[in-house]
């Protein structure tokens, strides 16, 4: 049971059955098997995965993110991350760059073709859900994403109002 402002701006209850939170729960595994099928899809031509795409991702959203940022970001250990950067480097789509206040932080950035492979990923992304939004209206797109919003763990949504604030800069 979750509370939210209602129409008037008073506070209705929302009362879910487990039956209409099950279906909402399939309808994301759903939602997101679509989302992730036309990047997924050009991550296989090049031997690439999921992980792979995240990296690519967050770094374009934030050229010069730190690993030890993108770690957080990302929630995974630190061998993982490595060895995916170190494929995405050898591949030359990442670089890595040192610091210039801390020579031990390495600086993340996208080369040419990071950036390429990236804008297709995220291109098929944006026309899924640009056609989603645009069925749904704006009402609708407004209430995902608030959903959307009290999902994330505190720290993940202080990762992502900042990205936001940023315009992901």
Not at 69 to 78: A, H, R, Y
Not at 84 to 101: F, P, T, W
Not at 115 to 121: H, M, P
Not at 145 to 158: C, G, K, Y
């Amino acid at each position: 049971m979750a509370e939210r402002p209602g129409p008037q701006g008073g506070h209705g209850l929302l009362y879910l059955t487990d039956e209409q939170l099950r279906k909402g729960i399939e309808a994301m595994f759903f939602a997101y098997r679509g989302f992730t099928a036309a990047p997924d899809r050009i991550l296989e031509e090049q031997d690439y995965g999921r992980a792979h795409h995240r990296a690519l991702h967050f770094i374009a959203r934030s050229p010069g993110t730190t690993v030890g940022n993108l770690l957080d970001i990302l929630g995974v250990t630190k061998q993982s991350l490595n060895r995916v950067l170190r494929r995405l480097m050898e591949d030359g789509l990442v670089e890595a760059r040192v610091g210039r206040e801390d020579r031990r932080e390495r600086h993340l950035h996208l080369t040419e073709t990071g950036r390429t492979l990236e804008k297709a990923l995220a291109d098929a992304q944006r026309d899924r859900m640009r056609a989603a939004y645009r069925a749904a209206g704006p009402q609708a797109v407004a209430g995902f994403r608030q959903v959307l919003e009290a999902m994330m763990d505190p720290e993940m949504r202080r990762h992502f109002e900042a990205a936001d604030k940023s315009g992901g800069r």
